[in-house]
């Protein structure tokens, strides 16, 4: 049924992102969300997302935001996890409850004639869950089997060696399913405070689209989310990027090595933004198109696939990549991907890059609006960023506005060829443990 439903919303989404007319919604009691309404569409898509996420989750207790995320749908009020599903699926309703590094949300879509039913199971989920001991063991032996099988991927252990020696015991250096020994650890009471602590208003954002008015909508989060704690605690500090340039190998059997690159990189806000989000679409994102594309994997058939990206997390920004290769190759795809990096950052782009990616990220960016639920995911994203509610309309022209001398400016400021970090994981020929 839920595929059928699926089906349907998605039949239904808004024609086209240009027509998006965002409304600013304030409900009685003082919940704000952004609001796209689309009265000839059934049923409303809406997203909420709260500040904080898994850098929430206590000393000893890794694991537990994310864990008690996966709760939030095994049982509430006097349904177990089965009756909890026949009731959403009796509804025509669709919940989903996920954990990130930096925050909770909940996606939710329903059908209008069945709308106060299905926030009222939403409520129940999120203000009454039982987290059943039997509910709880089963979803921990869930999360303990995807922890013990990221331990024998590759690309789990780059990832995991590089974040913790970036950002050692915070947060970010830790993965946010946690450990065997944190989770294996967590009680019912440990599960009730993450939900009190992460579920709190006053760092929540709304997005909402669809069959609904600005009233109705302010109506609705007052009775979904007003007995939700007011506030909760103070996140952790921001955390300086502390890896130093270098190379680092972990031995691990296979006839191919992947690795995980990167170093400090700028934050969401920085007026260079948009200059260092074309530039980055140049130097690696992701086609064979872009340089390191081009020279690592056409030119010199090193790899399937290398790309490197913006990460401007909350409480730390980063500028990571990854490619894999064979283990004899693995070397010369770093050797060229330093290369590239330090060409870029001393010779800049060409206009002619410039131009066709201009043309490329500004053709793409409608494709994105592709659904009521993307776009509720879209507004609510926006207002987690701090972009603006006028961000869509502008969008494009912030991008065709950057110049040829702003993108080589900022290609020299943020590109470190020196203080760029291989986390190496295979069996890699001519590559040995360094620190620059």
């Known amino acids: 049924m839920i595929a059928r439903l699926t089906a349907v919303f998605a039949l239904f989404a808004l024609p086209a992102w240009a027509e998006v007319d965002i ?15 689309e009265s000839s569409i059934p049923f409303t898509a809406l997203e909420l997302r709260f500040d904080g996420g898994a850098s929430l989750d206590p000393e000893g207790l890794r694991g537990v935001t994310n864990l008690m995320m996966g709760m939030l749908e095994e049982g509430s009020g006097d349904m177990d996890a089965r009756a909890f599903a026949e009731a ?42 039982t987290f059943d001991e039997i509910a709880v063991e089963r979803v921990k032996r869930q999360v303990l089997t995807g922890i013990r ?8 252990i780059s990832s995991a060696r590089f974040f ?31 939900r009190q602590n992460a579920l709190a208003l006053d760092r929540l954002h709304v997005g909402a689209v669809g069959d609904i008015t600005a009233d109705e909508l302010g109506a609705l989060l007052d009775e979904l989310l007003g007995d939700l704690p007011a506030s909760g605690p103070d996140t952790p500090p921001r955390v300086d990027f502390a890896l130093p340039g270098g190379t680092t190998v972990i031995e691990f ?27 980055m679409e140049i130097l690696g994102g992701g086609g064979i198109e872009s340089r390191l594309g081009f020279e690592v994997r056409e030119e010199r058939g090193l790899t399937y696939g290398i790309s490197s990206f913006l990460v401007p997390r909350d409480l730390s920004e980063m500028i990571l990549g990854r490619v894999r290769s064979s283990n004899e190759t693995i070397a010369e795809a770093i ?6 990096w330090e060409q ?71 590109l ?21």
Request: hydrophobic share 40%; net charge negative; glycine share 8%.
């Open 88 to 129: 959403r699926e009796t509804l025509a309703a669709r919940f989903e409850f996920d954990a990130f590094g930096d925050s909770v949300s909940i996606s939710a879509s329903f059908l209008s004639e069945n709308r106060d039913e299905a926030v009222a199971l939403l409520r129940q989920a999120l203000t009454q869950p």
């Open 23 to 37: 409304q600013e919604v304030t409900s009685p009691g003082g919940i704000d969300a952004w609001l796209v309404e």
């Open 344 to 414: 870029t950052a001393t010779e800049g782009v060409t206009p002619a890059e410039l131009a066709r990616t201009q043309t490329y990220l500004t053709g793409a960016y409608p494709l994105r609006f592709d659904g009521n639920g993307t776009i509720a995911n879209i507004l609510a994203g926006m207002q987690q960023a701090d972009l603006g509610i006028d961000y869509i309309a502008t969008r494009n022209d912030n991008i065709e506005a950057v110049t040829l001398e702003e993108v080589n400016q900022v290609a020299r400021e943020i």
């Open 149 to 156: 099988s990221d331990l024998l991927d590759p690309d789990e």
């Open 164 to 194: 913790e020696m970036a950002f050692g015991d915070h947060p970010y250096g830790s993965d946010l399913a946690g450990t065997e020994a944190s989770v294996t650890a967590i009680t019912r009471e440990d599960l009730e405070t993450a």
């Open 335 to 340: 050797e060229v991907t330093r290369d590239v």
């Open 253 to 279: 059997e296979g006839p191919q090595s992947t690795a995980l690159f990167g170093h400090v990189g700028i934050e969401r806000d920085d007026p260079r933004y948009f200059a260092a989000f074309i530039l």
């Open 416 to 436: 470190l060829p020196d203080e760029l970090h291989f986390v190496v994981v295979g069996e890699p020929v001519g590559l040995t443990t360094t620190t620059n």
